[in-house]
């Protein structure tokens, strides 16, 4: 709980609104994704209905200081440590009546599998409140030690079609969802089933979603491209910052 203080919430939530505003013409807009939701049902806020991007560092100089905060980082490192690299940025925003299946059961271990072990963790960073109707996280308890799990193309018509577990539906019953309040932080390992919530209130709802690594997590593919991997964040228990 309260993982960032009401002012740097707010910071985040500036930078994010500016992000939203990206023009059509910048060179990483490929990073950035829209969801297909009529234009009169969209937030002012959120005018082109983004609903997720990676490589947040390309788009604002804090989303890559975010990665060093000691609240986020020292927790990642006494869960999966010792001696984090970072992996990957990205974001998910529930935009005013987001399906709750747009975005279903998958492990985030799908994009990056095979790797030399499962020490892979992700963090949600909420930059608004959350409930099970307004998009908070779901996630299915134990389930990391299930292994990697088949995935598939979603087959609904409005979805991410980004890849979702098979057999999605048998999970919903085993399905767990916090409330939040802008400022915490949900941690849990790349290989938990877990799920973007919907969104039935008028206003979208942001998450930052930051993932990272052991220092001996090395990808065996070449799945990821992020353009943040590998940099060391934490040594011998400490944020690493080098020139002080």
Same mark, same amino acid.
């Given at each position: 709980r309260s @993982? =960032? $203080? &009401?002012s740097e919430v707010q910071t985040y939530r500036e930078a994010m609104g500016r992000l939203f505003q990206t023009p059509e013409d910048h060179p990483y807009? %490929?990073? =950035?994704?829209? @969801?297909?939701? &009529?234009? @009169?049902?969209?937030? &002012?806020? /959120?005018?082109? @209905?983004?609903w997720n991007g990676f490589d947040l560092p390309l788009f604002d100089d804090l989303f890559y200081e975010?990665?060093?905060?000691?609240k986020i980082a020292l927790t990642m490192d006494a869960l999966i440590g010792p001696d984090l690299n970072f992996y990957e940025t990205c974001f998910v925003t529930k935009p005013p009546r987001f399906p709750g299946h747009f975005r279903d059961w998958h492990q985030d271990s799908d994009y990056f599998d095979p790797q #030399? /072990?499962?020490r892979n963790a992700a963090v949600i960073v909420y930059l608004d409140d959350m409930d099970a109707l307004s998009g908070a996280t779901s996630v299915v308890p134990g389930s990391h030690k299930l292994g990697a799990l088949p995935h598939i193309t979603?087959?609904?018509?409005? %979805?991410? +079609?980004h890849n979702e577990v098979a057999d999605k539906r048998k999970y919903d019953a085993e399905g767990v969802t916090f409330d939040f309040k802008a400022g915490d932080a949900l941690f849990f390992l790349a290989r938990v089933i877990h799920k973007a919530g919907g /969104? #039935?209130?008028? $206003?979208?709802? $942001?998450?930052?979603?930051y993932n990272y690594t052991r220092k001996d997590t090395l990808d065996l593919g070449q799945?990821? +491209? %992020?353009m943040a991997n590998s940099i060391p964040v934490t040594r011998n228990g400490k944020i690493y910052r080098p020139y002080g």
């Open positions: @993982a =960032l $203080t &009401p807009i %490929s990073r =950035l994704y829209c @969801a297909d939701i &009529p234009e @009169a049902e969209r937030d &002012p806020f /959120n005018p082109r @209905a983004i975010i990665i060093f905060h000691p #030399t /072990n499962d979603p087959h609904e018509s409005v %979805s991410s +079609k /969104n #039935t209130t008028d $206003t979208s709802r $942001t998450g930052l979603i799945k990821n +491209k %992020s």
